[in-house]
Structures are given as structure tokens and as C-alpha cells.
């Protein structure tokens, strides 16, 4: 049974930073076939794809975090984060960890992220 469980967020000020945890059971990172991305659904609007890193260690980014957002993975905590910087208001959101393995999705129960002065 694979378990996502996100972790890290909170309230931030514009310009600053937050890294949110997203630790997995039921799989290792170490092994084959997964994808583990990290969402946002801001109020009103639909879930975005915000960043992902693949088994191989590749990774992508929307544009809208590219050069603010880092995604990496610790294999031997299994655990994902998403370091945030440069925050905006429009980063407001629930961010949401999901784990793709070998083509099911199991998600987190999201974390709330606030960009407020």
C-alpha cells in the first residue's frame, strides 16, 4: 500500500521561503517506474502541475515557478521536497505530493501554503 504524506507549509511572507516534505511509504525511491510530483490548487482555480522528478532523476517545472521552485528527493528518507523561493501571493495555494508507480496515482492530503504580508 503506498502512502503519501506532505509535510512544511504555513505562512510566508512575499520574497521569502518554505520547503514542503512529502514522504512516501510502500515503494523505494531507489528502485524503478515511479514519478513523484508535486501539485497546487489555488481557491477557484484547477490543479496545476507545479513540479515532478522522475525515477531517472529527471525533472520538470511549470513556468510559472521555473528558476523560484526546486523539486529533489532524499532515497534514503524516501521523501520528495519542494524547496519555494522568492514566494508571491500568487503561490497561494494546497499543495498536493502524488506518486505515480507504474501508472497509479496514489496523492497526499495537501498542505496549505500562504503568501500573505
Known amino acids: 500500500q503506498v502512502q503519501v504524506v506532505e509535510s512544511g507549509g504555513g505562512l510566508v511572507q512575499p520574497g521569502g521561503s518554505l520547503r514542503l516534505s512529502c514522504a512516501v511509504s510502500?515503494?523505494?525511491?531507489?528502485?524503478?517506474?515511479?514519478?513523484m510530483n508535486w501539485y497546487r490548487q489555488a481557491p477557484g482555480k484547477e490543479r496545476e502541475l507545479v513540479a515532478a522528478?522522475?525515477?531517472?532523476?529527471?525533472?520538470n517545472y511549470a513556468d510559472s515557478v521555473k528558476g523560484r521552485f526546486t523539486i529533489s528527493r532524499a532515497n534514503a528518507k524516501n521523501t520528495v521536497y519542494l524547496q519555494m523561493n522568492s514566494l508571491k501571493p500568487e503561490d497561494t495555494a494546497v499543495y498536493y505530493c502524488?506518486?505515480?508507480?507504474?501508472?497509479?496515482?496514489?496523492w497526499g492530503q495537501g498542505t496549505q501554503v500562504t503568501i500573505s504580508s
Open positions: 502524488k506518486a505515480n508507480y507504474w501508472g497509479y496515482d496514489y
Open positions: 510502500g515503494f523505494t525511491f531507489s528502485g524503478s517506474g515511479y514519478i
Open positions: 522528478i522522475r525515477s531517472g532523476g529527471s525533472t
